[in-house]
């Protein structure tokens, strides 16, 4: 991206080597902590992982996994040709600076298609990805049947982690409060049976994502559970008092363990890490996550 930003052109065979090492670790990768300084090259990674999640959970070959990574990793390319004051103004576009940035579609389908050897379906994502079923998107407006496969699922991608990024306009908001969103415009302007495969392919709890407490306590999900998903593996980093646990050990709330005060431990919501002060990467450089995640597809 820094190369594009300066006037050179893409590696495309470094990134489908990057694409190709996400496909057996996506998980890993997926809710690793925003780097608010580089937000556009971070959400492109972040949206190349949760497409290849979606896909793996659709059944699709590996392949077809490189190239729906490949379209998300490069889908917002064309923002690094719009201009930072508008790429993270921190108030309300106005219109021509909000036509300034819609651009960035038609802007990363020329950039790709100058590449060489570049994955024609991520030219055309590149396009698309903010088309609409109910024809609304933009930028041309094309009737829902010739949105292509690849496109609907980075849109979703591209949606949910749009929703729940922090930006310098808006916090990011929870898992639960993004999958209600993405519900709730499914039809309209999302995919409803990739909707809800994507809600599916992340669950209820997904690894990595910090939860409270019935009791008061802050726990870390490190695996789902596929039969009762309310209640995953966790780790419990606080306490009911909110001081650190000093022995970290891995709770399986399916097996209706009780606290300190006799109750069964049960999840009351998810909550942001920084709140609480939780460094959420010590678990994904441990593998602790990743291997849960392993363990939850068997």
């Not at 993405?182 to 039809?187: I, Q, R």
């Not at 809600?199 to 559970?225: H, R, W």
Request: proline share 5%; charged share 20%.
């Amino acid at each position: 991206m820094e190369k594009i930003a300066t006037g050179e052109g893409i590696d495309t065979k470094l990134a489908k080597q990057a694409v190709a090492a996400c496909v057996n670790s996506a998980m890993l990768w997926m809710t690793q902590l925003k780097n608010k300084d580089e937000y556009t090259a971070q959400h492109s990674l972040n949206v190349c992982v949760l497409s290849i999640v979606l896909g793996r959970h659709l059944n699709l070959s590996e392949m077809a996994l490189n190239n729906a990574g490949l379209c998300g990793m490069m889908h917002d390319m064309g923002k690094m040709l719009v201009p930072l004051e508008i790429l993270n103004k921190p108030g309300k576009l106005e219109p021509d600076e909000m036509q300034i940035m819609q651009s960035h579609t038609t802007l990363g389908y020329e950039l790709l298609k100058s590449s060489q050897d570049m994955y024609p379906g991520a030219i055309e994502v590149a396009w698309t990805h903010h088309e609409r079923l109910d024809g609304k998107g933009y930028p041309p407006q094309i009737p829902p049947g010739n949105i292509s496969h690849f496109a609907k699922i980075v849109t979703i991608a591209d949606m949910y982690d749009a929703i729940t990024s922090d930006r310098v306009y808006q916090k990011g908001r929870t898992h639960l409060e993004a999958t209600n969103i993405l519900s709730n415009v499914s039809g309209s302007q999302l995919d409803p049976l990739l909707v809800i495969k994507f809600i599916e392919s992340l669950g209820v709890y997904p690894p990595g994502c910090v939860v409270a407490l019935t009791n008061g306590s802050i726990a870390i999900v490190v695996e789902v559970n596929e039969k009762i998903k309310l209640r995953p593996k966790i780790i419990i980093l606080l306490d009911e008092d909110k001081n650190p646990v000093p022995e970290e050990k891995v709770i399986d709330l399916s097996r209706m363990m009780i606290d300190r005060a006799g109750d069964f431990y049960t999840i009351k919501g998810i909550v942001k890490a920084e709140d609480w002060n939780i460094d959420s990467s010590k678990y994904y450089q441990e593998g602790v996550l990743q291997k849960g995640f392993a363990r939850s597809q068997r």
